[in-house]
């Protein structure tokens, strides 16, 4: 089974702040990665797909990037509903979710 | 638009069979290339998928809970069954069921539906 591993656990910056969230595979997933944003009683809602592609109605600020093991999502100025939790997922063999990485404001 | 809404017994007893509906518009499950799966959180805790049934009616489980899943489909009701035997208390938690073109990422969820395992 592919681990992914979210770094950091938590992420304390200040609205209009870049942030830059890593997930990182236990084997290659090439660009089947995937990245969810969930807020607190909500279900999770797909940000991008394939690594790099922006779901439908995603705004322009969220973009990832990487392949294989080593993948980022990036929110280059924060909004004030973008604090949450994160979460990546892979679908190489089974699909798998990383531990979560929260956004939290400083 | 698609929508998926879960439905089922908010509480059962360790060892009871958890059985839950996802009901879904706006997709068909006989439509090459579309999945339905399920995920579930425990509170305060990281999403784990479970399993996942294809349009061609293939089925995917979890390995580490396979033994104790069913996964199911009624095309004509627009439904899938996730069926979960031998409940226990670290069960509990909120069970989604989500939308999948091509079975890499989910891309609609339902809202969810919180399951506590308790006597």
């Known amino acids: 089974e592919i681990v992914l591993t979210q770094s950091p656990a938590t992420l304390s910056l200040s609205p209009g702040g870049r942030a830059t969230l890593s997930c990182r595979a236990s084997q290659s997933v090439s660009t089947y990665l995937a990245w969810y944003q969930q807020k607190p009683g909500q279900a999770p809602r797909l940000l991008i797909y394939g690594a790099s592609n922006r779901a439908t109605g995603i705004p322009a600020r969220f973009s990832g990037s990487g392949s294989g093991t080593d993948f980022t999502l990036t929110i280059s100025s924060l909004e004030p509903e973008d604090f949450a939790v994160y979460y990546c997922?892979?679908?190489?063999?089974?699909?798998?979710f990383g531990q979560g990485t929260k956004v939290e404001i400083k | 638009q698609i929508a998926l809404k879960e439905s089922g017994p908010t509480l059962v007893k360790p060892t009871q069979t958890l059985t839950l509906t996802c009901t879904f518009s706006g997709l068909s499950l006989s439509t090459s290339g579309v999945a339905v799966g399920w995920i579930r959180q425990p509170p305060g805790k990281a999403l784990e998928w479970l399993a996942l049934?294809?349009?061609?009616?293939?089925?995917r489980y979890s390995p580490s809970l396979k033994s104790r899943l069913t996964i199911t489909r009624d095309t004509s009701k627009n439904q899938v069954v996730l069926i979960m035997t031998n409940m226990d208390p670290v069960d509990t938690g909120t069970y989604y069921c989500?939308?999948?073109?091509?079975?890499?990422?989910?891309?609609?969820w339902g809202q969810g539906t919180l399951v506590t395992v308790s006597s």
């Open positions: 049934i294809y349009w061609d009616d293939d089925k």
């Open positions: 997922q892979q679908r190489s063999d089974w699909w798998t």
């Open positions: 989500a939308h999948s073109v091509g079975a890499t990422h989910f891309d609609n």
